[in-house]
Nanobody, 125 residues
């Protein structure tokens, strides 16, 4: 059973930084693409960043240059470093992973089958 547990969310002022972590268990971590998504109140869940098994990355235009996704296969953990945070980054952030190994980086939430419980990020102005 694949399990994903996010941590690192919180309240931060605009311009500040946070690092989210997602610890994975239940299967071989390094073979699978990982992604971060977010959902603000009354909005659809949206793609934030993703990283493939081969360390290719993809970012939403709204976070390029501010957020960095990375993974530590020794710790079965994926990270999202968030800098220069803006109030519009406020959302619940979810970690997700796909079913099939060795796939390219994925940006559509429909291809992710395993999700964490989410962690709240609130950016005050």
């Amino acid at each position: 059973q694949v399990q994903l547990v996010e941590s690192g969310g919180g309240l931060v002022q605009a311009g500040g930084s946070l690092r989210l972590s997602c610890a994975a268990s239940g299967r071989t971590f390094h073979s699978y693409a990982m992604g971060w998504f977010r959902q603000a109140p009354r909005r659809e869940r949206e793609f934030v960043a993703a990283i493939s098994w081969s360390l290719n990355t993809e970012y939403a235009d709204s976070v390029k240059g501010r957020f960095t996704i990375s993974r530590d296969n020794n710790k079965n953990t994926v990270y999202l470093q968030m800098n220069s945070l803006k109030p519009e980054d406020t959302a619940v952030y979810y970690c997700a992973t796909v079913t099939s190994p060795f796939t390219r980086v994925q940006v559509s939430p429909e291809v992710y089958n395993y999700w964490g419980q989410g962690t709240q990020v609130t950016v005050s102005s």
